[in-house]
């Protein structure tokens, strides 16, 4: 089970007992009227209780609505770990997730894909990844754990658009050097299939790789 936190608001907490009265005795000793008397006090006494009622009974009413959603709701409600079984991922096929609220693909590599990473390419911006985001599990060529499986968070590294995979476009592949790659629709940028950016285009960094782990050969979790 995920945890999370929840901040209660108590309000001025604590106010009741430092209240003076005109003559700096504390104003619940002091036998005033107002917000100094015992009136007031208790007045105040009340809207700090209510405060933490109020807080409690949100943490109450919002447990069993989290309780009874299935695990991987639950898990994308508090942002924690997504499984996701690979098992039937064809190879050239991409799969997207939700992840904390952001799209993840899952994408089964060819061995012809795997091989067109491994050359050097002169038109990629980050070859080797330096200035971008992956686990260190996966600084290398592919950008992954297993060279056959890519994860990477499916947002473009410019304004936040959804790239989409291309396995049949002619320029793009021969500008990779390889059989496929992913083009953002938005404004041009362009990555190959590991999510390294080509240089001279709007996207300055390559996508995200997210940490994940294998739980077995098909299925892996992500965060
Ligand atoms: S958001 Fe992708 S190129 Fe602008």
């Not at 700096?24 to 105040?44: I, L, Y």
């Not at 290398?140 to 990477?152: E, G, M, P, Q, Y």
């Not at 995979?165 to 629709?185: Q, S, T, W």
Request: glycine share 12%; proline share 8%.
């Amino acid at each position: 089970m995920s945890t999370f936190d929840v901040a209660i608001g108590v309000g001025p907490a604590g106010t009741a007992g430092q209240l003076r009265g005109p003559a700096g005795v504390p104003a619940h000793r002091s036998g005033g009227a107002g917000e100094h008397g015992p009136a007031g006090a208790r007045r105040q006494w009340l809207v700090a209780a209510t405060g933490v009622i109020g807080g409690a009974g949100l943490l109450a009413s919002a447990w069993p609505l989290l309780d009874s959603m299935e695990p991987s709701a639950r898990a994308l409600a508090v942002g924690g770990p997504v499984t996701v079984d690979v098992s039937d991922l064809a190879p050239g096929q991409l799969r997207t997730v939700l992840w904390r609220g952001k799209p993840v693909w899952l994408m089964r590599r060819t061995d012809a894909m795997v091989r067109a990473l491994e050359q050097p390419n002169p038109v990629l911006a980050d070859p080797a990844s330096k200035r971008s985001e992956q686990p260190a599990s996966c600084a290398n060529a592919t950008r992954s754990v297993r060279a056959d499986l890519f994860v990477a968070v499916g947002v473009c590294t410019h304004l936040g658009c959804t790239p989409v995979l291309r396995l049949d476009d002619a320029a793009l592949n021969a500008e990779l050097h390889a059989p496929g790659g992913f083009y953002c629709p938005c404004h041009g940028s362009r990555f190959d299939l590991a999510g390294r950016v080509v240089q001279d285009v709007p996207a300055s960094t390559n996508l995200e790789v997210p940490e994940y782990r294998f739980l077995s050969d098909s299925s892996l979790q992500i965060g």
